[in-house]
């Protein structure tokens, strides 16, 4: 484990990302080389900024058959929760930003996501289906304390019924119990909870303002004896670092109430395979070698295959290691034996008095 110590002094502590990786959409980058021959360069702004902006729409079709979501809803882009792996890295860069410090530091406020909810939710034909909260970044980071966009949200999904599947890795979701609690009763709600690692030390590092593991395990705690539907997401696994924790993470969020648990493996496509690289030299200079080839061993030699079915999973013999260790202490916790199925019957436009079937 490297000491604090060890890290460079002009490492960035509270944040993931310690640079910009250069956006791929765009032709022309600034690099600082020679400050004494620079008048008028603007020192970046190194706190967290909002950014606000229109939407035609905020409600997403899913594609992808491997991701586990019909429809994805995010009130946010960009995440301050500054974890090292998050595929929504990558999605920044369509908002003319970089991948790395600027999805931490610049985030897109949806401000006007509640009423692009409600104008969703009345469409014709509109079946109910659930929508995932969180399909891209974290409903529940930082910004929602201030903005409580998601509380809103789900304000609009318990007066429509609309049924919501959930995923954070922030404690702030038992603010919404009580909205929570009444879906639950109407079986159109499930909570899961993302919790890859029981070491803090580990957290701090990869994923620097996130709830601790023990914050995690609580939320799964309450949120199951309010009785609201708990699962667990152990993801992502990082081979050489946290996979051999699946054992004790199961245990522990079952004795906490979770009812089922998913996971998948590291995979560190685009300009994240440039912010991880840098991070894990950063952090465990003595274990990079082993990390990092031990995560191409599960992507067929690169840390990174986008093919639908394996991407998610990974291959080969580690893989496998770690699909049957998951799948032996998912059996032994009873996890997974009863799968939760969300009610879209009770879907009904508030005054319309018209059910959906």
């Known amino acids: 484990m490297i000491s604090e110590d060890k890290l460079t002094d002009n490492y960035i502590k509270g944040r993931g990302s310690q640079f910009n990786p250069h956006n791929r959409f765009q032709e022309i980058s600034y690099v600082k080389e020679h400050i004494e021959g620079i008048d008028d360069w603007e020192v970046e702004n190194t706190k967290t900024t909002f950014i606000f902006g229109k939407s035609k729409s905020v409600v997403n079709k899913v594609s992808s058959p491997d991701v586990g979501m019909a429809y994805s809803l995010n009130p946010y882009q960009g995440c301050e929760h500054g974890c090292t792996y998050c595929y929504a890295r990558n999605t920044h860069e369509y908002w003319g930003f970089s991948a790395g410090l600027d999805f931490e530091r610049k985030i897109i406020v949806k401000k006007d996501a509640p009423a692009l909810f409600k104008k969703f939710l009345e469409r014709k034909g509109w079946d109910a289906s659930t929508i995932s909260l969180s399909g891209n970044t974290d409903c529940y980071q930082p910004a929602e304390r201030k903005f409580k966009i998601t509380r809103q949200l789900l304000q609009i999904a318990l007066a429509y019924h609309q049924p919501i599947g959930m995923i954070t890795k922030n404690a702030l979701v038992l603010r919404d119990i009580d909205l929570l609690q009444e ?19 580990l957290r701090q590092k990869m994923e620097p303002r996130t709830a601790t593991s023990r914050q995690r395990l609580k939320v799964v705690e ?33 004795n906490c109430g979770a009812i089922a648990a ?19 030299k950063s952090n465990f200079p003595d ?4 990390v990092w080839h031990m995560i191409q061993s599960c ?25 049957d260790s998951f ?30 079937f």
């Open 183 to 201: 879906m639950a009763k109407l079986n159109l709600c499930m909570v899961y909870m993302s919790i890859n690692s029981l070491n803090e030390n």
């Open 222 to 254: 309450e949120l199951s004896k309010a009785g609201i539907p708990v699962g667990v997401m152990v993801a992502p696994l990082i081979p050489g670092l946290s996979d051999h924790e699946v054992p004790a993470i199961l245990k522990a969020v079952a």
């Open 327 to 356: 799948k032996l202490h998912c059996r032994l916790n009873r996890l997974n034996v009863k799968k939760v199925l969300l009610s879209s019957e009770q879907f009904a436009i508030p005054g319309s008095q018209m059910r959906l």
């Open 287 to 290: 274990r990079f070698d082993k």
């Open 299 to 323: 992507h067929g030699g690169v840390v990174n295959d986008s093919r639908i079915g394996q991407r998610m999973r990974g291959e080969g013999n580690i893989a496998q290691l770690i699909r």
């Open 262 to 280: 998913g996971y998948n493996v590291v995979r560190l496509n685009g300009a994240i395979g440039l912010i991880f690289e840098d991070w894990l």
